[in-house]
């Protein structure tokens, strides 16, 4: 089990939800808010809750654009910084980090179908991916986002919620949730439980 994670202060509100959740599973969360701060980590979490384009702009400004797309470390986006992972978001048109291939793009509406998708949805997960080690198809959890990725070759667990989307991925060391785990009671615990004992 991973004792130290680096988590990134990308200016979201769940920065301190996040510290917490790892704090009772026995890890220890150091706030980084410089890019250089980075060095050294053993694994990284990118929380993120808000819009695309002030998230890039303070990871600009904050000098973390070059380390994140260094690691060379486990690294776990969630909710909005899980989209940041991806090489564009529609959503203010704004160019991401490009660790993994594809799109955000906004959650379609419809007749029961409201944008943005808030509240508790079932996980279709993927067997042998040690991020949902326990976590089975069926379980339940907490979103809260209005743009999200559809499902390619990363995706290891999906929803759906009008349309299919990517709920949580990875492309070798680098991972994300859509959901929030930090929110998501068991099926959340155990995926940040997975990804501090993850040894790729």
Request: glycine share 14%; hydrophobic share 45%.
């Amino acid at each position: 089990m991973a004792g130290e994670v680096a988590v990134v202060d990308a200016g979201g509100a769940n920065l301190g939800s996040v510290c917490a959740a790892l704090r009772r599973l026995g890890a220890t969360p150091r706030v980084v808010r410089d890019g250089r701060e980075l060095a050294g980590a053993g694994r990284v979490i990118l929380p993120g809750v808000g819009a695309a384009a002030p998230a890039m702009a303070l990871l600009r400004a904050r000098g973390f654009l070059v380390p994140l797309r260094a690691l060379d470390v486990p690294l776990l986006g969630i909710c909005l910084g899980m989209q940041l992972l991806y090489e564009w978001s529609d959503e203010g048109d704004t160019p991401c980090l490009g660790l993994l291939p594809g799109r955000v793009r906004a959650l379609r509406g419809g007749l029961g179908v409201r944008v943005p998708h808030m509240g508790w949805n079932t996980l279709e997960t993927t067997d042998g991916e040690p991020l949902l080690d326990g976590i089975a198809t069926g379980e339940h959890a907490y979103f809260v986002h209005g743009y999200a990725v559809a499902p390619g070759a990363e995706a290891r667990a999906v929803t759906c919620h009008g349309d299919h989307f990517a709920a949580v991925v990875r492309r070798g060391l680098v991972a994300g949730a859509q959901f929030h785990p930090e929110r998501s009671s068991a099926a959340g615990a155990r995926l940040l439980h997975n990804f501090l004992a993850w040894q790729p």
